[in-house]
């Protein structure tokens, strides 16, 4: 079943922009996780943020949560070319059940 | 650094085959998966397993059966290959609800 939503499904910027993609989920969660998939490999784990946090940044990433609206964000600064790839969130459902939810992905293209 | 590993990066069979897919982790993680990876669909488990031979069905099961024998091994069999199980498939190995670790994905295509 899917839950997380990404949004926008494509996004094309320029190197040195930001990107900032959203992803809404449907239920409650444990926490969330948002990861980055390079063409036609296996998914990377970018960061976790957990229901009882807002906002939480490593490195270029910074990730923000707002459980009230069920949605979260992942704002990417000073992109670059190496950021090109898909990008997933994922939501951990409140419980304890090891499972995540995936949502559909988006593609980010950044243009040298 | 942690590791998954799968059997083949590539893999071509024909309709009826029986096809295995192995998944290797060097965590000492209990929670292992599979996902198959469709354009347009995203990820969607097929099989999750939290111990030594135990395992759940995930979204879509229909058409797999998986063996886990070790704790580290995690095994994905199509017991007769169909082309709509033409795919990706990916899996991941976990502990508790934190970040999953993914291998780098078999591409399965059934002729």
């Known amino acids: 079943s899917q839950q997380g939503e990404e949004d926008p499904q494509a996004l094309s910027i320029q190197e040195g922009e930001n990107a900032t993609m959203n992803c809404s989920y449907k239920?409650?969660?444990?926490?969330l996780q948002w990861y980055r998939q390079n063409s036609g490999r296996g998914l990377v784990h970018l960061i976790l943020?957990?229901?009882?946090?807002r906002e939480k940044h490593s490195g270029r990433l910074r990730v923000t949560l707002d459980t009230s609206k069920k949605s979260s964000s992942l704002l990417i600064t000073a992109s670059r070319a190496a950021d090109t790839a898909s990008y997933f969130c994922?939501?951990?459902?409140?419980?304890?059940?090891?499972?995540?939810?995936f949502g559909k992905g988006m593609k980010l293209t950044v243009n040298p | 650094d942690v590791k998954v590993t799968q059997s083949s990066r590539y893999l071509v069979k024909r309709t009826g085959e029986k096809v295995f897919l192995e998944c290797v982790q060097d965590?000492?993680?209990?929670?292992m998966f599979w996902y198959r990876q469709d354009p347009g669909l995203g990820l969607r488990l097929i099989y999750f397993?939290?111990?030594?031979?135990?395992?759940e069905k995930g979204d879509i099961p229909e058409g797999y059966s998986v063996s886990r024998e070790k704790k580290e091994r995690f095994s994905l069999i199509l017991e007769s290959a169909s082309t709509n199980q033409t795919s990706m498939y990916l899996c991941?190995?976990?502990?508790?609800?934190?970040?999953?670790?993914f291998g780098p994905g078999t591409r399965l295509t059934v002729t």
């Open positions: 991941a190995s976990t502990l508790g609800q934190s970040e999953q670790y």
């Open positions: 239920t409650s969660i444990n926490n």
């Open positions: 943020i957990r229901s009882n946090e």
């Open positions: 994922a939501t951990a459902a409140q419980g304890g059940s090891e499972k995540l939810v």
């Open positions: 965590m000492d993680h209990e929670n």
């Open positions: 397993s939290y111990d030594v031979k135990m395992k």
